[in-house]
T-cell receptor, first 115, second 117 residues
């Protein structure tokens, strides 16, 4: 069965500092991995995805994520945080070609960036 | 990026009435649409998956007679909450993908806040 874990309910970081939001997954076969961001009372916005190829994936708003197969992780990172990055972040996984369309979302990590 | 709209953004209805929520893909054809429910400070709970022209596939525990889903075209899906009760109050979010392959990301609507009084 597919599962996603986001071990931190909340991450606090000062503006200008690097940020990391953690995600680990469990899936049969090759994973398709996604990060989404949600602002208050809004739907989710796609940030980036890993399907195949280079383990380091770059996405929107300066975010990037690194796929680590041995650690089954897909941590979201940004070199320099902005106050406007404060939001709820969801990691999601779908089992490769066998997973159909069902995407499993993590519980979410709330990011607070302080000025 | 692709845009998905939802209407209404907020709705208040009385217990026992039905409410319809529309989800539209504005600039792409949505092969598959999803309906989620999100409780405060919680993740998204998938309710059902629908492909254009076919019946929706409901997740375990979701009553298909209560949450009617219609995916009549490649750009429109509707969720009707029938005989709504206060416990149906929630944030409902739809999303859509452009292709059949699992590698496609989902595009989400802005959500609909339903309050049943």
């Amino acid at each position: 069965a597919q599962s996603v874990a986001q071990p931190e309910d909340q991450v606090n970081v000062a503006e200008g500092n690097p940020l990391t939001v953690k995600c680990t997954y469990s899936v049969s076969g090759n994973p398709y991995l996604f990060w989404y961001v949600q602002y208050p009372n809004r739907g989710l916005q796609f940030l980036l995805k890993y399907i195949t190829g280079d383990n380091l994936v770059k996405g929107s708003y300066g975010f990037e994520a690194e796929f680590n197969k041995s650690q089954t992780s897909f941590h979201l990172k940004k070199p320099s945080a902005l106050v406007s990055d404060s939001a709820l972040y969801f990691c999601a996984v779908r089992a490769g070609n066998t997973g159909g369309f069902k995407t499993i979302f993590g519980a979410g990590t709330r990011l607070f960036v302080k000025a | 990026g692709a845009v998905v709209s939802q209407h209404p953004s907020r709705v208040i209805c009385k217990s026992g009435t039905s409410v319809k929520i529309e989800c539209r893909s504005l600039d792409f054809q949505a092969t598959t649409m999803f309906w989620y429910r999100q409780f405060p400070k919680q993740s998204l709970m998938l309710m059902a998956t629908s492909n254009e022209g076919s019946k929706a596939t409901y997740e375990q525990g979701v009553e298909k007679d209560k949450f009617l889903i219609n995916h009549a075209s490649l750009t429109l899906s509707t969720l009707t909450v029938t005989s709504a009760h206060p416990e149906d109050s929630s944030f409902y979010i739809c999303s859509a993908t452009q292709g059949l392959a699992g590698a496609y990301e989902q595009y989400f609507g802005p959500g609909t806040r339903l309050t049943v009084t």
